[in-house]
């Protein structure tokens, strides 16, 4: 029997919020668990975590560091949070077009 923590019970909430609220933008997302967190997949290179606390999202690499840059938002602002990454979803859209990648 697999039993679900408090706080993945709590962030897998908070994510499925957040897809409800994506879905307002006309932006259709899923929501996966496990190991205390939640991920919100979005579009090709955009997954949102959750830990019930925030949600956090890449928004792009720093060649100096060699790391990624994240932004982040309060768990308990969905929409705010929809928001911000229907922003970064938008951009992703429009670098897929402009390369022509295949997002599938």
Do not use: K
Request: hydrophobic share 40%.
């Amino acid at each position: 029997m697999v039993t679900t923590s408090s706080d993945e019970a709590g962030a897998v909430d908070a994510a499925e919020e957040l897809r409800d609220a994506l879905a307002q933008h006309e932006i259709t997302a899923d929501v996966h668990d496990g190991y205390g967190l939640a991920l919100v997949s979005v579009w090709v290179g955009l997954i949102v975590w959750c830990d019930g606390r925030r949600f956090w999202w890449r928004t792009g690499w720093n060649p100096r560091q060699y790391r990624p840059i994240y932004a982040w938002h309060p768990a308990l602002e969905p929409v705010q949070a929809a928001r911000r990454v229907a922003l970064r979803y938008a951009d992703l859209r429009r670098e897929h077009a402009r390369t022509g990648q295949d997002a599938s």
